[in-house]
Every structure is written in C-alpha cells, then in structure tokens.
C-alpha cells in the first residue's frame, strides 16, 4: 500500500503510523476530526442550500467504536449502539428504531424521510410530538460526539478499536 496515500488533507498512511508507533494521541486526535470535517462537516457548512444530514457520520463514527472495518449488514445495530451511549446523540434513540428507519434508511433509500418526519434548520434537536429532527443542531451534537471519541482514542478499548478500523481504511488504499 503506498505509504503516501493521503487519508486526510494533511495526513499520509506514513504519517499515521508513524502517530499509532509514537502513541500521539493528541495528534491522532486531530486527524479524526479533520478526516470528518474534510469527509462531512465542512461540505455541509460551506454550502449555502444545506440539504445534506449527518446519518452517514453516525455509523460511521459508530464503527471507530467498535473497530468495525465494514457495517454491511449491521448498519441498524451500529445506531442503536451508538445512541445508547448517551452523550451528544442519545436524544435520537429514544422510542426504538425510528430514526434508522424512518430517517436513515429513508433519507439513504428513497431521498426523503418517511412516516411524518421532517428534517428543518430550526426548533429543537427532536421533537417527537411534531416529528421533527432540527438538522443543524443534530450536525452540532455529531461534531461534539466526534470531539468526544477523538479525546478518548488514548483508552481501552477505544485505542484498540479504532487501530482495528484504521487497518481496515488503509487496507481500502490498496
């Protein structure tokens, strides 16, 4: 695999391992928030018309989690996962599958989210009541669950995890 495959804009495979080796946290820290905010946030923050949501982000932060280099298969699991760790996103967990089903699957299988809901840039995180899902306070708690994971990766068994999902990613460059 070539070693100067860029995995972020200011981060090689070489440079990554040269981080796991040295066990810099902080700066493998640095280049998981900057591989999701070139990957996700910024195309979104930068674009006028906002039509873009984060339910790519959560699975995929998800899989950092638990060191899973491919959820095929497990995509439901890796939210409901996900939102019982609490922290930033828990909020959507709440009342079972709705929102894999409803807004995920919906936004990912039919470009629009079914069963009532609406997705607007106002109002709060989640109101079940309205069935609405506020899109850009729902980005903020991703990007605060991701600065979350991001200070964690010097724990067990977060570490280990997110060096078996990072195999996998770089395996992916070949």
Same mark, same amino acid.
């Given at each position: ?43 979104? &923050? ?34 409901? &996962?996900?939102? @019982? ?38 109002? &709060? ?15 903020? @708690? ?5 600065? &979350? ?18 195999? @996998? ?6």
């Amino acid at each position: 695999m070539p070693s100067s495959t860029k995995l972020s804009s200011s981060v090689t495979i070489n440079d990554y391992e040269a981080m796991v080796e040295a066990e810099d946290f902080e700066g493998l820290g640095r280049f998981v928030r900057e591989r999701f905010d070139e990957r996700y946030f910024l195309p979104v &923050d930068s674009h006028a018309r906002k039509h873009g949501f984060a339910c790519l982000m959560i699975e995929t932060l998800e899989s950092f989690y638990q060191g899973l280099g491919d959820t095929k298969g497990k995509s439901g699991r890796m939210f409901r &996962d996900h939102f @019982a760790r609490g922290g930033p996103l828990g909020v959507l967990g709440e009342g079972g599958d709705w929102f894999y089903i409803d807004v995920r699957c919906g936004i990912l299988h039919q470009g629009e989210v079914r069963n009532g809901w609406r997705v607007l840039r106002s109002g &709060d995180p989640l109101d079940n009541g309205k069935r609405t899902i506020n899109a850009t306070r729902v980005l903020r @708690a991703v990007r605060a669950a991701v600065d &979350d994971y991001s200070r964690q990766l010097g724990e067990e068994p977060h570490w280990s995890n997110f060096k078996k999902k990072m195999t @996998a990613i770089c395996a992916n460059c070949e």
